[in-house]
């Protein structure tokens, strides 16, 4: 049997691990989440910046 061409999908230990354990799936979800959250607050500190902008040019009183 020629293994080689399996030889890069698991470069080290830790990569194997999570791969065949199943954890690579949760750590991919897991990071996906971190990222929509920083995205969101983001977007909202955006939103908030732009209207106190818009509040000091165009003053109301």
């Known amino acids: ?3 080689r061409p399996m030889a890069h999908l ?3 230990a830790l990569e194997g691990f999570f791969f065949g354990s199943g954890k690579a799936h949760v750590v991919t979800g897991v990071a996906l989440i971190i990222l ?3 995205a969101m607050s983001l977007w909202k500190m955006d939103r908030r910046l732009r209207r ?3 509040e000091q040019h165009d003053p109301k009183a």
Do not use: D, I, T, Y
Request: charged letters at 10%.
């Open 36 to 38: 929509a959250g920083l």
């Open 52 to 54: 106190l902008e818009s």
């Open 1 to 3: 049997m020629n293994f």
């Open 10 to 12: 698991f470069a080290n």
